[in-house]
């Protein structure tokens, strides 16, 4: 069965390092995004992207955050210059279409810890 | 304002009984909604959808309603199994919703004892 895939598991920066999370999404799938869940709270929606650009942003998703499709198989999450408040749990997640009963796959999820 | 939320945190359940997890949207203008299961160290795992045009799915062992009177949607998982202890989250999309942007409830945990 095709699944999301995140690398790395955990990352651990120090305050005001960059960091890139890295996704592949399944393949034939066409809308990607980034989710993050603080540990023990909700999970909350970053950006969605389609067509190499971003389609949607949340609050959230500042200056420090941008995103990438550097190639044909990979997503990427940048964030510029951490803070400690960026540490959560971050999920990228694919779908075929945007639109309403199109399945969101979620991979495991990359642990970033800001120190 | 956008919100969706859980009734309980916790729910703990005896094996082979049904499960019932709640779930609260204040957004009436929603018109798609998605149950997920989050085991520990693992992404959030699709269960069951509903559009708002319906007002009851089913699935194998799992039944969502949706009351839009009050904005309530509900999860019921029949003969609830060990396997099925998790953090369960609603989550909706909002129209126009073709950017797939999807907001979380808080998530309740399901406890399953043996």
């Known amino acids: 069965e095709p699944e999301v895939t995140q690398t790395p598991s955990h990352q651990v920066t120090q305050m005001g390092q960059e960091v890139i999370l890295r996704c592949v999404p399944i393949?034939?799938?066409?809308?990607f995004y980034w989710y993050r869940q603080i540990l023990g709270q909700k999970v909350e929606f970053l950006v969605s992207?389609?067509?190499?650009?971003?389609?949607?942003k949340s609050e959230i998703f500042d200056d420090q955050f941008s995103v990438e499709r550097p190639d044909g198989s990979n997503f990427t999450l940048k964030i510029r210059s951490t803070k400690l408040e960026d540490s959560a749990m971050y999920f990228c997640?694919?779908?075929?279409?945007?639109?309403?009963?199109?399945?969101?796959?979620f991979g495991p999820g990359t642990r970033l810890t800001v120190t | 304002g956008e919100s969706v939320g859980l009734h309980l945190p916790t729910l703990s359940v005896q094996e082979g009984d049904n499960s019932i997890i709640n779930c609260a949207y204040s957004?009436?203008?929603?018109?798609?909604f998605i149950w997920y299961k989050q085991e520990s160290g693992k992404g959030p795992q699709f269960i069951i959808d509903?559009?708002?045009?319906?007002d009851k799915r089913q699935g194998q062992r799992v039944t969502v309603l949706l009351n839009k009177t009050v904005k309530h949607l509900s999860l019921q998982i029949a003969a609830t199994q060990p396997g099925d202890s998790a953090v369960y989250f609603c989550?909706?999309?909002?129209?126009?919703?073709?950017?797939?942007?999807?907001?979380f409830g808080q998530g309740t945990t399901l406890q399953v004892k043996p």
């Open positions: 997640a694919s779908s075929r279409t945007s639109r309403t009963r199109s399945e969101q796959y």
């Open positions: 509903i559009r708002s045009n319906m």
């Open positions: 957004n009436s203008a929603s018109d798609y």
């Open positions: 992207f389609y067509n190499n650009e971003i389609s949607e």
């Open positions: 393949s034939n799938h066409l809308y």
């Open positions: 989550a909706e999309n909002i129209p126009p919703g073709n950017t797939g942007k999807l907001i």
